[in-house]
């Protein structure tokens, strides 16, 4: 142990001391043991393949290589386009969906929940911004939003009476 001290160890020197003996021919369980490796002989010249000698190695490197190429863009082309939320029409009625308003190529937006409140009672200015689309951040805000027109309307049912 003072040697391992004198070769730089600090603190909390710890010594181990192994005695190794020969082990059973089998191993618990009856399981052989793993022979050991030998070395392999070539039967004949050792040649060392390159893609660059076959054609149709190229052919497929080039297309698998396109195709996880054109597999990750479907991949974060679908991830941004079900990003969002909006407030929008959903014939006649003010619904929330996720998604881009519009849609991009294939992926549209997807409805969400709606349904309750038709476009006709609300007035004009908050009818055009709902069929243009509101955008919100999360399914909350647009609850929100929705709620305050809600509370509009019946702000202005209770000063019609």
Do not use: C, H, K
Request: glycine share 10%; no cysteine.
């Amino acid at each position: 142990m003072s040697e391992a001290v004198a070769a730089g160890g600090q603190d909390n020197v710890t010594v181990l001391v192994v005695e190794v003996v020969e082990g059973p021919d089998r191993p618990f369980g009856g399981r052989p043991p793993i022979p050991e490796a030998r070395l392999e002989r070539a039967t004949g010249p050792v040649r060392s393949l390159r893609i660059e000698d076959d054609p149709r190695a190229i052919l497929r490197t080039t297309i698998g290589s396109v195709a996880a190429v054109v597999a990750a863009a479907v991949l974060v082309l679908s991830l941004y386009a079900q990003q969002g939320w909006f407030i929008g029409d959903d014939d006649g009625d003010v619904a929330v969906f996720r998604g881009r308003s519009g849609g991009i190529l294939w992926f549209d937006p997807t409805f969400e929940e709606g349904g309750d409140l038709r476009l006709a009672r609300l007035d004009d200015s908050t009818r055009a911004a709902i069929i243009e689309t509101i955008p919100t951040g999360t399914l909350a805000e647009a609850r929100l939003l929705i709620e305050g027109f809600r509370n509009n309307l019946r702000d202005v049912a209770s000063n019609d009476r």
